[in-house]
């Protein structure tokens, strides 16, 4: 396990932030954590970073205290927070090699190439930082995190802010470290699309509290939160009946209401239900899925 | 290259590549040139001799090197926390330690600037170039811990109020306390509290090596009490500084 968080806890000024958070993220896994504002997910994160010492529970990551071992696990993750700033003055080439050099590497030009070319700056490294969108920042943060080539890489709203492009640039980014590095991404997001399209495992926080946690499928499944869909037919449907994934909630007339098993897409199963013979003339979304999860664990703890 | 070196080279590229640190050293030159175009003005009417007019200078120059450190140093973890540049770097391998290097060593540079920029208003006002040699030595042996205690003062204050105005406000209420005997007069600095406060106060023992060394033509031998003052000035300040650095969160 890369990262094991273990009930910890956490207060600033006597005020707790955190009470009782528990997630744990393997290597080559993209783990998702969500919640409110305010909830704890950024707190949650720098505590796994070593920034923050937590008045209770256990942290490890790659086996070791993020607290006694701060200096080698900063040596393994790399990390983009929330609010992350930059030094306007400098160019982007620049800005890579100071934290290269920090990091006890020294980048030339083709290294600093490659790393501006992965997140798409290739185009302007001699550019100031002070004239970069949010967009260009965000990337330029993100090859920042990537310098030390990390086994864990932590993300707090790395898309936040982003065009559609920039946002499915990152995607593919993360997607590519995760299955062919074999990095570790905790990611705290607001984005539910985010998560739907990169998290296998998921935990959700609320009041410093972990009021979910664990595959993303199961969690679904156990909370009867299954995505839903309405689907109009012009005629009979075929007598093979529904493909394996899908599963019929309602019949009336020529509207079936069904539940789509986790990770398949509407797309996927219009397709295939055509491709069955389905006569299916509309097929639109009814609820369930990850929103419903989400806002049926963050609901419960309020009330 | 060490890690606390490329930090220091890092502070120094703010200060000579950055908006604000531009500013600040144009300020500094446009106060420098004030001063200096008075002290001319005076010696030129006799008020004041070649002698106190260098003095004048030196001290003047210690005062806006205290300030600039002061400006800086609050600057040096706070600032960078109200930016949002201070969780990457905790986020490098360098140790608290290393980080207070790196500063330190940015302090440093911007006193090695303020120097270099002072030597001609140093020399213009003294006209003939008669007591440059000495106050360019009393400004780098009891100048430079003044400074730099200041500089380090302001850093201790800048990680662990977490704000840089505060930490700004607070130092410059200290440094003004300081830099008060160069406004008190000659009868208060001769009561008891003066004398107190003149034995204590790193700023007090500077000024009054400058007028030893420079208007009294004494030799920087000779001034171990001043010495001592500023060095202890100077070990309790960075002994503040480091003890603030080892606590400095996100």
Excluded at chain 1, 136 to 152: D, F, K, S, T, V
Excluded at chain 1, 287 to 292: C, D, F, H, I, Y
């Amino acid at each position: 396990m890369l990262v094991k968080v273990e009930g910890i806890a956490v207060a600033f000024d006597g005020a707790p932030v955190l009470r009782n958070v528990n997630l744990s993220l393997r290597e080559g896994e993209i783990y998702g954590l969500l919640g409110p504002n305010g909830a704890g997910k950024s707190t949650t994160t720098a505590v796994v970073a070593g920034l923050l010492a937590p008045a209770g529970g256990r942290v490890r990551v790659a086996g070791m205290d993020p607290v006694t071992a701060a200096d080698r696990i900063h040596g393994l993750m790399g990390m983009l927070p929330e609010r992350s700033g930059f030094y306007d003055w400098m160019t982007a080439e620049e800005y890579l090699r100071f934290f290269a050099k920090l990091h006890g590497r020294d980048l030339g030009a083709a290294a600093l190439r490659e790393r501006l070319e992965r997140v798409g700056l290739a185009p302007r490294p001699r550019q100031w930082i002070g004239t970069f969108s949010h967009g260009m920042r965000q990337r330029l943060g993100l090859a920042r995190a990537l310098l030390n080539a990390p086994r864990l890489l932590i993300l707090d709203e790395p898309t936040s802010g982003l065009d559609p492009r920039g946002r499915r640039d990152i995607h593919d980014i993360l997607i590519d470290l995760s299955r062919n590095h074999g990095v570790g991404i905790l990611m705290c997001t607001h984005l539910l699309d985010d998560v739907d399209r990169l998290c296998r495992r998921i935990g959700i926080i609320n009041n410093g509290v972990t009021v979910a946690e664990g595959d993303l499928g199961d969690l679904l499944a156990a909370q009867d939160c299954l995505a839903r869909f309405q689907l109009h037919l012009a005629g009979e449907p075929p007598d093979a009946g529904l493909p394996a994934h899908a599963h019929l909630v309602a019949r009336d007339g020529e509207r079936y209401v069904i539940d789509l098993d986790p990770a398949v897409t509407a797309d996927a199963t219009w397709r295939e239900l055509l491709f069955m013979g389905w006569p299916v003339t509309e097929i639109r979304r009814e609820g369930g899925g990850l929103e419903a999860l989400y806002l049926n664990a963050t609901e419960q703890r309020i009330q | 290259m060490n890690a606390a070196l490329v930090l220091a080279r890092k502070e120094g590229g703010e200060l000579l590549l950055g908006a604000r640190g531009l500013a600040w050293l144009l300020a500094a030159s446009g106060a420098l040139s004030v001063f200096g175009l008075l002290l001319v003005s005076n010696s030129e009417l006799s008020l004041l001799d070649n002698a106190q007019v260098v003095y004048d200078m030196a001290a003047t120059i210690t005062a806006l090197g205290a300030l600039l450190a002061v400006i800086v140093g609050s600057d040096a973890i706070a600032g960078e926390r109200e930016r949002g540049t201070l969780v990457p770097l905790l986020l490098t391998p360098l140790s608290r330690g290393g980080i207070l290097a790196g500063k330190l060593g940015g302090q440093a540079l911007t006193w090695a600037v303020i120097y270099v920029l002072a030597l001609p208003y140093l020399w213009a006002v003294g006209s003939t170039g008669q007591n440059l040699a000495a106050s360019m030595v009393a400004l780098a042996v009891l100048g430079t811990p003044v400074v730099l205690g200041f500089g380090f003062f302001a850093m201790a204050l800048s990680a662990r109020l977490g704000m840089a105005r505060s930490s700004l406000l607070s130092a410059l209420i200290c440094l003004m306390v300081s830099a008060s005997p160069l406004l008190l007069g000659p009868g208060l600095r001769q009561s008891a509290i003066g004398k107190a406060f003149d034995t204590v106060n790193p700023f007090s023992a500077a000024v009054n090596a400058y007028d030893a060394i420079i208007i009294d033509s004494q030799t920087i031998g000779a001034q171990a009490a001043s010495l001592i003052v500023v060095f202890i000035w100077f070990g309790l300040t960075l002994c503040f500084a480091r003890r603030s650095f080892r606590g400095i969160v996100r």
